[in-house]
Antibody, heavy 122, light 107 residues
Framework: EVQLVQSGSQMKKPGESLKISCKAS????????IGWVRQEAGKGPQWMGFVYPEDSDTRVNPSFRGQVTISVDKSLTTAYLQWSSLKASDTAMYFC???????????????WGQGTTVTVSS | DVQMTQSPSSVSASVGDRVTITCRASQDISAWISWYQQKPGEAPKLLISASTTLQSDFPLRFSGRGSGTDFSLTINDLQPEDVATYYC?????????FGGGTKIDMK
């Protein structure tokens, strides 16, 4: 079974760092784009970016460039989303997702993690 | 960024109705659009890829069409389990962008 399992919810203070994870299983991890989607409460999804594990080619939404780091560890078949200095505006649900189609990012996201809630508050 | 204008933002319909949601892209995206269904408290689920390809998890009453800038998702014979919010997403250009969503509820 193809599955993405995300790390647990986090409560942090502004200025703190955070790294959340997404463990993939059941498919050839190296060959499918995997990335992150942000969703604030009551709002639509927002594509943050993704990475191709085979060569670590990474694309990041300019809205998030410099704010987050997207990475993978192929040996652990795990993707990561990292912040060095959180802001209150980072409060949201974060989903990891696998893109459909070998080597493709044009067929949508066919497998999703369960979501990680990040709350940033002083 | 490519803007995806989705309408209506909400619709109230009855069991058996046909519901059509439209999405208009701010520039030509060929057929590179995906549609998702999201139920409260859940992750979105891929419903349609490449404008017309229905995912195997979904019944044939769902269909998508369109190319260029104008797209639609149609649900025939609406069922109670179709109550959800539906989003379009263009995957032709970076950043990939979503429409604002259409919330379907039952009359």
């Amino acid at each position: 079974e193809v599955q993405l399992v995300q790390s647990g919810s986090q409560m942090k203070k502004p200025g703190e760092s955070l790294k959340i994870s997404c463990k993939a299983s059941g498919y050839n991890f190296d060959k499918y784009w995997i990335g992150w989607v942000r969703q604030e409460a009551g709002k639509g999804p927002q594509w943050m970016g993704f990475v191709y594990p085979e060569d670590s080619d990474t694309r990041v939404n300019p809205s998030f460039r410099g704010q987050v780091t997207i990475s993978v560890d192929k040996s652990l078949t795990t993707a990561y989303l990292q912040w060095s200095s959180l802001k209150a505006s980072d409060t949201a649900m974060y989903f990891c997702a696998k893109w459909a189609g070998v080597g493709s990012y044009s067929l949508g996201m066919d497998v999703w993690g369960q979501g990680t809630t990040v709350t940033v508050s002083s | 960024d490519v803007q995806m204008t989705q309408s209506p933002s909400s619709v109230s319909a009855s069991v058996g109705d046909r519901v059509t949601i439209t999405c208009r892209a701010s520039q030509d995206i060929s057929a590179w659009i995906s549609w998702y269904q999201q139920k409260p408290g859940e992750a979105p689920k891929l419903l349609i890829s490449a404008s017309t390809t229905l995912q195997s998890d979904f019944p044939l009453r769902f269909s998508g069409r369109g190319s260029g800038t104008d797209f639609s998702l149609t649900i025939n014979d609406l069922q109670p389990e179709d109550v959800a919010t539906y989003y379009c997403q263009q995957v032709a250009f970076f950043p990939q962008t979503f429409g604002g969503g259409t919330k379907i509820d039952m009359k």
